[in-house]
């Protein structure tokens, strides 16, 4: 009798160690499954803020700039100065880093575009060596009064070079990284979300999209902030529009940038060289300053200590 007592209270802690186990396999599968619908969602919150966008380009240049100050004013205080106000976590997610960490995101920014310029070059010559499939032509979504009325550039920077930006990085890297992030871990979220954002975009096959996603995706983790990767994408967007305006009018066929492709296969490694020092010097300032903020960080409370990225 006491030989079955026993060997039921050695068999006890098993059984409750594989419950405790199935409970937990349970939990994970519930917050994971959690964070895709949770991500899912974030998707839908970014195209409904470009419903307004596109709804405001269609009233002509002059109420489209008004109409675009409004809404990013709106944005704002929406996304940046009520939660930073109300969510005491959200604060030290939404304020500027120091200004030191700008010089490298710049020369990282600039990189990227030269990067980005000769990857799409290098495309464009496979493909026309039937390595890779063609890039699907972009429909030309700038109304052609915008390039003649004087008020168009500024309609179209709003759009194109803040609005959207802020949008993307707020509703990709900012809420779906995140979520997938706590899920599931940082690589996965962070290669999940470029993916899905280059697909959105209909540039999934194109070489020179991801390395920007992938790009902004560890600058949202690494930092700790959106305004870093947010930067990155006005300059991108920036340069973008300018380069819609000075080529419009011009012939720039595939066989003309295929003929660059030499040039673009020197500078391709020559920039991605750039573009990984840059971020080594990034990750370094990123260290130096988390190293001083964990005094402060340890005497505060929880709900004040760095997130990694916008809730």
Sequence with gaps: MRANASALLRRAP??????????????DGARRLSAVGRSVLAI???LLWFVPVVASLALGPALATVALIALTVLFLWRNVVRPARSRPRLAAMLRLRPWRHYGWLSVAAITQLVLTLATFVMHIQLAKWRLVPPIPDAPDFIPPEYYTHPLGPAAIFLAVALIAPMVEEFGFRGKMQYRLEVA?????????????FSFLHGLLIGLHHLPFSLLVGWLAWRTGSIWPGVY??????AFAVAGLYLARG????????S????YALII????????LVSARRIDRLVRRERRSLRPHLARSRPENALPAALL
Excluded: C, Y
């Excluded at 990155?232 to 967007?237: A, E, K, L, Q, R």
């Excluded at 003929?259 to 030499?262: K, L, V, W």
């Design 14 to 27: 098993k059984r409750q160690h594989r419950t405790d186990d199935s409970m937990n396999r349970s939990r």
């Design 232 to 237: 990155m994408h006005v300059v991108n967007n």
């Design 268 to 275: 391709a490694p020559v920039m991605l060289a750039v573009l």
């Design 184 to 196: 599931f871990g940082v690589v996965p979220a962070i290669v999940v979300t470029a993916v899905v």
């Design 250 to 257: 011009r012939d720039l066929d595939d066989g003309t940038l």
């Design 44 to 46: 839908g919150w970014t």
């Design 259 to 262: 003929g660059n492709g030499p």
